[in-house]
């Protein structure tokens, strides 16, 4: 029995170092292709477009909403706490913290995961079962330059995009529902805000959504390639996309906000 | 081992997946010009040998010899080169779903000639969708076209390269009457033009008439060969069998 | 869809050049509203803890902010020596004899620090010289050498007012010659007095809210909310109302000769006498904060309202329990003196109030 524990433990051992290899051999590719993209870029670019149009513009209303219901939110929850406590200034600072440094690019990152991240797995795993990649592979272009670049660039701009609209939007909606606590004009909220926002708040925000993207459009085209040749197996890669992306995404925001404010 | 005027040469190729050999040390030689078609029944090999030939798939062992260039150890530039000079048609015309019919068109030609001016490509890609009555189809997407409509396109995506070897996976399976005499008369247009055809079928039919030569092919190796006459006398039931032969 | 496509090089580009126009003008009008590239001075500043202190708590004169702390350490002394940095257009506003006032907010533990300009304002303090807070000794003898001061005159008046009031609530210092009745009638008084008293604090805010010089009340213009802050304090005067009022009906109680059966059924006062005493205590620490309040108000301008949020609670309790006296069956007796006396009245009052 126990050689039996010792055998399987040893079986998923071997299996996940080569599932990382395999992983980092993609990953490899990837940025080496990543590097060439300008060569490519009269083929690839309709599809980087598209990934921006898809991932980015066409998920904006969905996360301005989103952001302006966490800002008016935090507000609330902040004025709920606080109560009367001289709040005033506190309250900037809570947005500042809770939006900008934090929930814009972590939030933006889970809506990209379940919106785009299980497309992007999908789609390739379908790609995958049709032949399409073989297709590519015939005419010569590289699945990973054509397909994978332009769309882990895609994610990256888009996240990255979606971010300051995020921010943007989640700051606006803090104003609004401010504005019932603490009647204020909007400039000069904005103003108030710029006191508390450092550089490094935004430079941190958008390192993490860069970063962000890069795990979020790797992990989702590597699993979406993975299919083998059934159509069973595209919604399984797509759930093994979703958890490792969220789950890349949070050890990434920890390791990042420390090298920001930690370290 | 070599032959004259060989245009593709695959020598003691392997290849085996999941511990299942599927190609077994096959030796096999395609002169420049030749319409050879590879008879088989379902699951003999003949697709993998044709990824294999097409750069799809890479053999275990063995070597394939294209235009005197050994493919193995390319430079990117020699490997885009041959990948040019090689097309594939797929069973089911394997166009890029999320690409209008004039994207997927237009993607080999960006890729491989990217100096050529938009406005030509165009011209080349309406040229041949007029011959084949598809120009309504151009801004279509691949899930609003038929089979036949599908399997066209994938035609002429692997033509508009101007290959020097074509590959054709089952050519007229799902194809109606007038798409299958529109595709045979391509063919017969391409030996012409001393393009080598190497066609993957489970029946010979309407190929007879043109094709040099005839592989049976069965479990991944070359059961028997000849020119179709040569195989039509042979005694070996599956050939008989796939012959249509009583 | 089709539109989509079609235009999708077109939607793209202005989607992402309208978030980077947006993140390129955020971070000019942060280095513009921070002052990123603006003249710094660096001053020194000394304080007795580094409590709410950050390397990013505002320097703020008359509730504007002027600077920023960069740095912080603990010295020799065990106090907490800490740099910090005025820009250019307010570096006249560093005097000599000036004092640093910090505040710590009890909730966010973050710190206000108020400088308090020292007298002269052409001494200007050169660079590199040290500003102390008034919670060391050189600060402490910046104040009661009358070189800065600390807090604005109209809650200093009004806080001369309560420690009167008080003082008059605790003269009767003496256990036995402290009867009950004499410390009602000296509620009673008091209750008078603080009627007064809030009448005043009521017209004086009333001025404050109708106040347009810019040179006036400027302490007051640095709160969040003037109207917010009145309105809770007149709430607050009407609830001290209430209380006092409470404690008149009370007085008239204890004349109710009931309770003489009560005192001759209780004579050691241990069933009865006892608990309204501690009753009473606590009207007495009820008042006591309420005092506190008043002098912890003064101090921490920036925190008032909040303040006086805590002060609302203070005074609630105060409330309840006179209602508990006045609704105690009990109370128709005799109550002997306080057992003790906590209120000093005189320690509740800060020094440097005029």
Known sequence: ?????????????????????????????????????????????????????????????????????????????????????????????????????????????????????????????????????????????????????????????????????????????????????????????????LNELAVVDIFSSFTKSIVFGFAVGTIACYQGMKVAFATTEVPQRTIKSVVQSLTWVIILDILITMVFYVL | MSFDNSHLFLENITFSHNGRALIQDLTLNFEKGSFSVILGGSGSGKTILLKIIGGILFPDDGRIVLDEIDTENLTEAEEKQLRQKTSFVFQDGALLSNLTVRENLMLPLDFHFPGIPKSDKMEAISGYLNRYSLSDIMEKRPAELSQAQKKLSGFIRALLTRPEILLIDEPLASVDPTSSRLLIQELVKQKSQKTTIIVGAQSLDRFEKWCDRVLIFQNGKVLEEGSPEQVRKSENPLTKELLHID | MKFKFKYTNKIVGVFMLVALGLLIGSLILITIQQKVFVKKYVFKARFLDAEGLSTSTPIRFKGYEIGRITQFRLNEENTIDADFTVVEEYRTKIVENSGLNKAKNPISGTSTIELLQGPDPQKILPEGGLIPSIDIPEGRRLLDEGLVIKTGDVISSMLVNTDRLLENLNRDNNEKSGALFRALVNLADASEKLDKTMDQISVTFDKFNKDENPQDGAIFRALTNMADLTEQLQTTTALINKSLIKSDTLMSAYANPNGLVVKLADPKGENFIKPINETLKNLNYSLTEMGKLLVFLNEQQPELSGVISEGKQTLSTAQKTLEGINNNPLIRGGIQSEAEKEIQGSKLRPKHTK
Do not use: C
């Not at chain 1, 309250?91 to 934090?102: H, K």
């Open chain 1, 1 to 193: 029995m126990p050689a039996r524990i010792a055998e399987s433990i040893g079986d998923n051992l071997l299996e996940k170092a080569a599932g990382t290899r395999e992983f980092l051999q993609f990953f490899g590719e990837a940025i080496r292709q990543m590097f060439l993209f300008s060569r490519q870029s009269q083929v690839a670019t309709l599809v980087l477009m598209r990934q921006i149009l898809f991932t980015g513009f066409e998920a904006l209303t969905l996360i301005s909403l989103i952001a302006a219901a966490i800002g008016g939110i935090i507000i609330i929850e902040g004025h709920l706490m606080l109560g009367d406590f001289g709040s005033g200034q506190l309250l900037y600072v809570i947005l500042v913290t809770v939006i900008v440094r934090e929930l814009s690019s972590l939030l933006v990152a889970f809506i990209i995961i379940a919106r785009s991240g299980t497309a992007i797995s999908t789609e390739l795993g379908n790609m995958v079962v049709n032949h399409e990649i073989e297709a590519l592979q015939s005419i010569g272009i590289s699945p990973i330059s054509y397909l994978v670049v332009p769309r882990v660039f895609g994610v990256v701009a888009a996240m990255f995009t979606l971010t300051i609209y995020f921010t943007v939007a989640g700051l606006l909606g803090g104003w609004a529902v401010s504005y019932f606590f603490f009647p204020i004009g909007l400039e000069d909220f904005f103003f108030r805000l």
